[in-house]
């Protein structure tokens, strides 16, 4: 019997109560374990709440100190500069996905992270084609 598919969600403290309840529909309609994991800004300091705000450094503390992250961590894109490529700190997207042993993706809002998780699902083309066996045979 396969494992039940998991997700980690990763938020801000101030988006928590709203990411939970999105997870607890997620739970439900797609019936897999969704994580909710809201990071402290130890950066800036506990009183700053926000997404947009919180650093490289902080995100990848918290994920490694949390163990099982499953298949899949979402974060938001908010966390990004405008072109997607480090956060506030300097901490660069290449570097972040290089330290954690799963496959992470930021997404914008909630479409975004429906689609991400359905494809957890999906199978890839590699595992779908049939397998061909070439036999060669000298003359």
């Known amino acids: 019997m396969p494992q039940p598919r998991r997700v980690t ?27 909710v994991l809201p990071i402290v800004n130890k950066f800036f300091g506990e009183e700053v709440t926000v997404a947009g705000l919180l650093c490289g450094q902080d995100v990848l503390a918290a994920l490694e100190e949390s163990g099982n992250l499953g298949d899949l961590v979402l974060l938001p894109r908010v966390m990004l500069d405008n072109e997607g490529v480090r956060f506030l700190d300097d901490v660069t997207v290449e570097e972040f996905k290089a330290r954690l042993p799963v496959r992470v993706e930021f997404v914008r809002n909630a479409q975004e992270t429906i689609d991400a998780i359905r494809s957890l699902a999906a199978p890839t083309r590699e595992a779908t084609a049939p397998k061909v066996t070439v036999r060669i045979q000298a003359r």
């Open 9 to 35: 969600l990763v938020t801000s403290v101030m988006a928590r109560p709203v990411i939970e309840q999105f997870a607890e529909d997620i739970r439900r309609t797609e019936r897999l374990e969704v994580q």
